[in-house]
């Protein structure tokens, strides 16, 4: 079965951290590029961090220099570290898996992430 299981979600003060994991079983992530998009409540998804099978980092703007997105491909684990919280940083975040040339995308079920005072 193949699944994106996200966890590390919760309620954070502004100007604190939260570490998203997602954990992947079924595909082997070393295939795949690894994003994290999050959806804001009557908002778009937006894609936050991607990092391609060769390890090559992007970042939207407004998250830049606050986040930073690693792979572990032995453990088949894919981490959002998130510093430096803001309140416009509530959102869900999902986990997604993009094969390159297949084009297959799993997406996992989604992590609060709620930052208030």
């Known amino acids: 079965q193949v699944q994106l299981v996200e966890s590390g979600g919760g309620l954070v003060q502004p100007g604190g951290s939260l570490r998203l994991s997602c954990a992947a079983s079924?595909?082997?992530?070393?295939?795949?590029?690894m994003n994290w998009y999050r959806q804001a409540p009557g908002k778009q998804r937006e894609l936050v961090a991607a990092?391609?099978?060769?390890?090559?980092?992007n970042y939207v703007d407004s998250v830049k220099g606050r986040y930073t997105i690693s792979r572990d491909n032995a453990e088949n684990t894919v981490t959002l570290q998130m510093n430096s919280l803001k309140s416009e940083d509530t959102a869900v975040y999902y986990c997604?898996?993009?094969?390159?040339?297949?084009?297959?995308?799993?997406w996992g079920q989604g992590t609060q992430v709620t930052v208030s005072s």
């Open positions: 990092i391609t099978s060769a390890g090559t980092t």
């Open positions: 997604n898996a993009e094969h390159p040339w297949s084009g297959r995308v799993v």
């Open positions: 079924g595909i082997m992530i070393r295939l795949y590029a």
